[in-house]
């Protein structure tokens, strides 16, 4: 007989998912006791109510404005007077009051002038004024036919076709030796490094500008935190698939996968950046800025392709697919950032874009290790360099 043996659980215990449901039916009833009768018991608060908006979008037609507010204080807000340039104009509201972290849409009834700058204030009951500013007025585009071709067109410019030029490395790179893989792997990660830091600071901005009703820069840390989980289960799912993995790492072909799905998630939030400049009027599009984005996108395809130099040649449609995975999501940006305007929903899915490629880099680092295990020698140094330096480079080009 084993001393380790188990004795029959006491008669009389509850089952544990029984226990469990019974101290969270009993936690909730408690909070839900503190919500509606607690606010009795405490002092009625002093002074004037806390009044916050926060204007989330603006839509520009001829002869009216229209603004998506947010309240984003503790107490109710109701809009009194709404000025323009210091003028008083007739408008419409959805609501007559906002409740708090509910939204209201003001039509101001204003024959602004293209290309002029507005101040606009708003007046609530209690004589509080908050202000919003349209630093350059242009019509927002109709969501028709003619406008989601443009973003699928701009989509493609930006993301699918410079991904899938950065592949047309590949059999340069399949003659490569070794010592040419690894340095080139090391070029990928100090890219991807380069990605990942211009996405935290673009969601911090995006933060930053939000009301912060639903937060603000840190929705960056929470989307990467989520991707970078959720990247890493569908690794070790795919790492249980696939039988005939490397010891010492990822095997090209998922390398490859993961590095599409976090350039991906990345244009997706450049893609979200430029639907959102087009709808306000501040995106040039001229031929110089769509070249910038082709030469500062390939090499991003050279990153996909550089797991594959050391196995078996892929298939064109393996090709095909992941230059879609990797800029395809150029083009839902593109339409999301055009057509919804949620900063912090942006914020949150650029910290997605984050995490991502943080994993994807944590993938990718053994495929840097020399022939004595060194994970950083000369060749891998000046490889992650020469990747960060590149793409800080070419992002140069694409500043408009």
Do not use: K
């Not at 009625?44 to 002869?63: F, K, N």
């Not at 067109?153 to 490569?176: D, K, N, Q």
């Not at 991707?227 to 799912?237: E, T, V």
């Amino acid at each position: 007989m084993s001393g380790a043996a188990q004795s029959p659980p006491a008669s009389g215990r509850l089952p544990l998912p029984l226990l469990a449901a019974g101290i969270v039916a009993l936690v909730v009833t408690v909070l839900v006791a503190l919500a509606l009768a607690g606010g009795d018991s405490l002092p009625e608060r002093s002074g004037p109510p806390i009044e916050e908006l926060a204007v989330e979008r603006t839509v520009l037609r001829p002869g009216e404005i229209e603004l998506t507010v947010r309240n984003t204080g503790p107490d109710p807000v109701a809009i009194a007077q709404v000025s323009v340039n210091d003028a008083f104009v007739d408008f419409a509201r959805s609501t007559p009051e906002i409740g708090r972290l509910s939204s209201a849409t003001l039509t101001l009834d204003y024959p602004w002038q293209d290309g002029s700058p507005y101040a606009i204030n708003l007046l609530t009951s209690t004589g509080a004024v908050i202000a919003a500013e349209i630093p350059f007025a242009v019509e927002t585009p109709a969501t028709d036919g003619d406008f989601f071709g443009l973003m699928v067109l701009l989509g493609l410019y930006v993301g699918v076709i410079p991904v899938t030029l950065g592949m047309f490395f590949l059999p340069l790179l399949r003659r490569a030796g070794s010592r040419w893989i690894e340095l080139l792997m090391a070029f990928t990660v100090g890219l991807l490094a380069f990605l990942a830091l211009d996405g935290t600071l673009e969601g911090l901005e995006a933060g930053n500008e939000s009301g912060g009703a639903f937060g603000g820069g840190e929705l960056v840390f929470l989307g990467a935190g989520l991707a970078y989980l959720a990247l890493a289960g569908l690794d070790a799912w795919m790492r249980r698939r696939r039988s005939g993995a490397e010891a010492a790492g990822a095997s090209g072909g998922r390398l490859a996968l993961l590095i599409a799905i976090g350039i991906g998630l990345h244009n997706f939030g450049e893609g979200l950046a430029i639907g959102s400049a087009y709808a306000i009027g501040a995106l040039a599009l001229g031929a110089f800025l769509v070249v910038g984005f082709a030469i500062h996108n390939t090499s991003e395809g050279l990153a996909i392709v550089a797991p594959l130099a050391a196995d078996r040649r892929p298939s064109l449609l393996v090709l095909l697919g992941l230059g879609l995975i990797a800029g395809g999501p150029a083009i839902l940006g593109a339409l999301f950032g055009a057509t919804v305007s949620n900063p912090e929903l942006s914020t949150l899915l650029l910290g997605v874009g984050v995490g991502a490629i943080v994993q994807v880099i944590v993938q990718i680092a053994p495929a840097m290790r020399d022939g004595d295990g060194r994970l950083l020698h000369p060749r891998a140094a000046l490889g992650i360099a020469a990747g960060a330096l590149a793409l800080y480079g070419t992002s140069l080009l694409v500043a408009a």
